[in-house]
């Protein structure tokens, strides 16, 4: 197995983002790793590169190590695990991580959500990211992004993010669950 580094620039973006952890004493994330379920569709311009869907099967929760906040969940493809606080990959040339953060109960002063990712396809990254509202960088997520901790459940409904390298749109709907 190796490990890389290159996906965790993605908790690096994510704290730049919203630079900010959880004083809630009842910590909404539990930081565990664990099995996911679910399909997010694909639609926008990358559709011929990234194709129509990403599976997701593992997931971290609540890893302020790794994404700076406790209000967050990491979803990876089936060749991306979690392990000692390093993303370990099986695969290097494929597959997918994907960093969703929701402060909307508080945590961040100025971000209610966000999204950070990368794909990863035949060796070709693509690194996409949203913030809500809009701050004048990156685009809006939407109104149907959501983490319900307590239903262990991530929803993407119309949520949009932008390539950060040429600006194209890509939109995100689906339910991801976890164990």
Known sequence: MKKT???????????????????DPDNQGDDASGKASGTIQLSGEENTELGT????????VGNAALTGTDKSVMLLSENI???????????????????VADFSTGGSPDIDKTISMVIVKNGVEF????????????????????????????????????????????????IVTWE
Not at 5 to 23: E, H, K, Y
Not at 138 to 161: M, P, Q, W, Y
């Open 53 to 60: 869907s990403l599976t997701v099967v593992n997931i971290e």
């Open 5 to 23: 580094p290159i996906f965790f620039l993605l908790g690096f973006l994510l704290v730049g983002l919203a630079n900010c952890q959880s004083d």
């Open 81 to 99: 695990t979690v392990q000692d606080n390093e993303l370990v990959y099986s695969d290097d040339q494929n597959g997918f991580v994907i960093v």
């Open 127 to 174: 690194r996409h990211a949203c913030s809500s509202p809009y701050q004048g960088f990156f685009t809006a997520c939407g109104d149907g992004l959501g983490i319900d901790f307590n239903a262990k459940r991530v929803v993407f409904e119309n949520s949009t993010v932008i390539n950060t390298d040429d600006e194209k749109l890509l939109t995100l709907d689906g």
